[in-house]
């Protein structure tokens, strides 16, 4: 089944706790991105990747770190997570960044930083 | 400032009904606008695309019009269902030819009642 998988679903951490949120996908897609959800905010783009190696910074980058060393792997990294960062986060993957192809979503990840 | 706005914010029916939905948009240049249904505690699912020259489409009971000129879009359901009660978000992607960006409604929640 053609799907964008993220772990873990729920976490729990404390402010200052390294954390990685992983994301895969097994779609072969070039374009992958991640975004948080915030109530009424909608969602903001986090960071995104066009291809291997090549990723660069959304509209609220701070705090956040990724990296895209294989095509299907897209991992979230908060270094230094805050409270400020409790919030949903989704990644997404499409097989282009333009173009009339739909961002396909992972289940998301709620997060929560005390 | 590229910008998409829904409303209403909020919307309960009762099952069998039928409901629209509006989205309008500032940015520029247009490439595409899409729908997005997203269950509770799910990621966003794509029900529509609408190009520049498209008018109206179609998926199932779910019916996305297109105004260019006015920058508007309208997503109908047509004899709702428990199960349509979702959040729908409307997302616009602006830009040229090698670069393009989305921008993110807040969402319409929709509750169906029985």
């Known amino acids: 089944e053609a799907q964008v998988t993220q772990n873990p679903r729920y976490l729990i951490t404390v402010t200052g706790k390294k954390l990685t949120v992983t994301c895969s996908q097994n779609m072969n897609h070039e374009y992958m991105s991640w975004y948080r959800q915030d109530p009424g905010l909608g969602l903001r783009q986090i960071y995104y990747?066009?291809?291997?190696?090549?990723?660069d910074k959304g509209d609220v980058p701070e705090g956040y770190k990724v990296s895209r060393k294989e095509k299907r792997n897209f991992p979230l990294i908060l270094e230094s997570p805050s409270p400020n960062q409790t919030s949903l986060y989704f990644c997404?993957?499409?097989?282009?960044?333009?173009?009339?192809?739909?961002?396909?979503f992972g289940n998301g990840t709620r997060l929560t930083v005390t | 400032k590229n910008q998409v706005e829904q409303s209403p914010q909020s919307l309960i029916i009762l099952e069998g009904k039928n409901c629209t939905l509006q989205c309008n948009y500032t940015v520029s240049p247009f490439s595409n606008l899409r729908w997005y249904k997203q269950d509770t505690g799910r990621g966003p699912v794509s029900l529509t695309i609408?190009?520049?020259?498209?008018n109206t489409k179609s998926n199932g009971r779910y019916t996305a019009t297109l105004d260019a000129d006015t920058k508007q879009s309208s997503l109908h359901i047509t004899a709702s269902q428990l199960s349509d009660s979702a959040s729908y978000i409307c997302v616009v992607r602006w830009g040229n030819t090698g670069f393009q960006k989305l921008v993110f409604g807040t969402g319409t929640r929709l509750l169906v009642s029985p």
């Open positions: 997404a993957s499409s097989p282009q960044q333009g173009g009339n192809s739909p961002l396909h």
């Open positions: 990747s066009m291809n291997v190696e090549v990723t």
């Open positions: 609408m190009t520049f020259s498209e």
